[in-house]
């Protein structure tokens, strides 16, 4: 058997030598790479990936070894589908332990873009018998630790300065992470946003924010054991995710969240996390968890009862100081899931109570969501997995009696086709605080629809990907005075002729209905038409030179009203020194927009362990440059400085957060010791 794995490691080694040498590029990211790709149809989302990043960061900095890879590992990388998981697991098991990372091209429906993505992510090494549990002192001595620091500088002053703000315009963050193997972590955060006071006023302890956590994972029979700050997400998130849910992508294969657990909160989200403890036990092919949080939230709150719950986290002014930690919310449930094969089955319930009635003001668009002090959500999940075909599912039910059900069907063949199928329906009374999942309005209320997509590769370097998605809304929303409904469909094109160019087109388009107030004063419901066009070309001139052009045309215009348009040129030059440890990125773009409906969107490269995706409007440039300089082994720092310089206005932003000038300029820095 190794003989004949040798001779057909021989015999497609040259693809593999050409992937190896030419697409790892020693400055870009790849992580940020993947995130970028599978993200471009959320552009118009808010988004926090801080602790998605963080997890695969780890991965980068230790890979994980495939002769003794779980399922549970491989399904942290969201570019891997359920079938490659499974062909990979399938390959080791039949065939053993991988003698090289050149046999990753024998396992079935892995391709060239699988293996480009997966390659810094991973090894090959001997498997060793299973250790004894660790002492004390191998922990103490053999685990990882990391300090990070950033410091954002702002040259401007916003308004809310001037009186209202009562700390420094300056940001910072202090982190510390302990790590050993894949069984414990520990640490702390601590966060002031800009301006918030430091080590003064209501912030006597220094960070206006501090997140502690500690978790253990995969001891004998204990899953997961966290304590502090936590994050969970089961099934199809319906009833609790604190996940990030990718939503819609570019990649059929991908798509349909996988159960996370339990798992820890070390990033600066000062709202979507639970806090207390939460445990996991294995039970032959049973897995129960548990979980209880207490935790103060921002708000408005009488002593009778509360009207509304702040998830900013910011804490400036005086009304958001008053408005910190007003009441408590308890929450408590379990999981119990079963699996064996392909075959996955899942019961999730949780009971949440706040210390007064929640009773927030009364809108028409929202006179079907919850109000009291006590709620639940209970929910079934599944997953089966049969040849080619992969159905998931979840349904769940709420206080009200509101129900909500997200079922999907993917198909890949073994030439790389694939295809999606997503029906969802959430009732408009159904409410669950915490629930993150596949949809259009953002929450999971309030919605009904089909998505269907599908990507190709028919054609040697072409890649092709379509979606269209119809969805309707049967209650008024925010913004939206009437029942709504409304289209979404996207195709892309990607032409990859080497490992170091590649190139796409894509244009995306969307229907749907909102208020419109026209010149009369009269409003009425509309819909308004969104086109949206890029082309992006990414060439890489050696390992240590890379370039990459962005162009954006966006039209955006209600029926029989004017058209907004705009566009964007983007233009990313990232060098690495070949002597020296040092790699800089420099980001130039130009916008010019009719207004804010026809804004534009541009990845950027940030700090570490931060996704970055700015909107800009109107006419003007934005120019940033960042270093990143990796001091001997255990020490990185990182320098950023950006200017966004406006055209056609004197001043930018509104109310507190006004600058009486037409440029912003930031400065930011990250510093990270790792002993």
Known sequence: MYHKRAILIALTGELFIILNLKGQNTVANPLEDIMEEVSVND????????????????????????????????????????????????????????????????????????????????????????????????????????????????????????????????????????????????????????????????????????????????????????????????????????????????????????????????????????????????????????????????????????????????????????????????????????????????????????????????????????????????????????????????????????????????????????LLLIHRYYAYNYWAMYARSFSEGGSIQNENGWYLAADISPLRFWKFFASVDFFSFPWLKYGVDKPSSGFDGLIQATYSPYSNLSMYLRYRYKEKEKNYTDEDKVKTVRPLYQHRLRYQLAYSVSDHFTLKTTLDYNHIHPQQAKASKGFQIVQTLAYGFRKIPVKFEMHGAYFHTDDYASRVYSYERGMLYSFYIPSFYGIGTRLAFDVRYDIRKNWMFIAKIGQTKYNDRDQIGTGLDVINSNKKTDIQMQLRYKF
């Not at 939503?247 to 996988?258: E, L, V």
Request: charged residues 25%.
């Open 43 to 418: 552009e118009e989302n808010d988004k926090n990936w801080d602790n998605e990043i963080e997890e695969l960061s780890e991965r980068l900095r230790e890979p994980i070894n495939l002769n003794a890879v779980t399922k549970e590992q491989l399904e942290q990388f969201p570019f891997l589908s359920d079938l490659q998981i499974e062909n990979l697991l399938a390959y080791l098991y039949i065939n053993g332990p991988m003698q090289t990372l050149y046999e990753l091209q024998l396992v079935e429906d892995i391709n060239r873009e699988t293996i480009k993505y997966l390659l810094p992510f991973v090894c090959v090494k001997p498997v060793h018998k299973k250790e004894p549990l660790p002492t004390l002192k191998n922990i103490l001595s053999r685990g990882k630790n990391e300090l990070l620091t950033r410091v954002d500088i702002p040259l401007y002053k916003r308004k809310g300065y001037e009186s209202s703000y009562l700390g420094p315009s300056i940001y910072h963050s202090l982190r510390y992470s302990f790590r050993y193997k894949e069984n414990i972590y520990a640490g702390f955060t601590g966060e002031k946003d800009a301006g918030e006071p430091f080590f003064g006023l209501h912030n006597q302890k220094g960070y206006d924010y501090y997140s502690f956590y500690f978790l253990l994972k995969n001891i004998r029979r204990l899953k997961a054991l966290a304590l502090g700050n936590y994050r969970l997400s089961f099934g199809q998130g319906l009833v609790i995710s604190n996940d990030y849910v990718m939503g819609k992508t570019i990649s059929a294969s991908t798509m349909g969240g996988r159960s996370g657990g339990i798992k820890k909160h070390s990033s600066t989200d000062e709202y979507n996390y639970l806090q207390g403890a939460a445990v996991a036990i294995g039970m032959d092919k049973f897995t129960l968890s548990a979980f209880y949080s207490h935790r103060s939230l921002d708000g408005i709150a009488t002593d009778s009862e509360i009207t509304s719950i702040n998830k900013s986290g910011l804490h400036r002014t005086e009304k958001e100081v008053l408005r910190s930690n007003l009441f408590t919310m308890q929450l408590m449930g379990g999981n119990l899931t079963y699996s064996k094969n392909g075959l996955k089955f899942g019961l999730t319930g949780i009971y949440y109570f706040f210390d007064r009635p929640y009773e927030p003001q009364i809108r028409e668009y929202s006179k079907y969501n919850i109000r009291g002090n006590n709620f639940y959500n209970i929910g079934i999940d599944y997953k089966y997995r049969w040849n080619r075909f992969t159905l998931l599912g979840e349904a769940a039910i709420g206080k009200g009696g509101g129900i909500a059900t997200l079922n999907t069907i993917k198909y890949s063949s073994s030439d790389n086709y694939n």
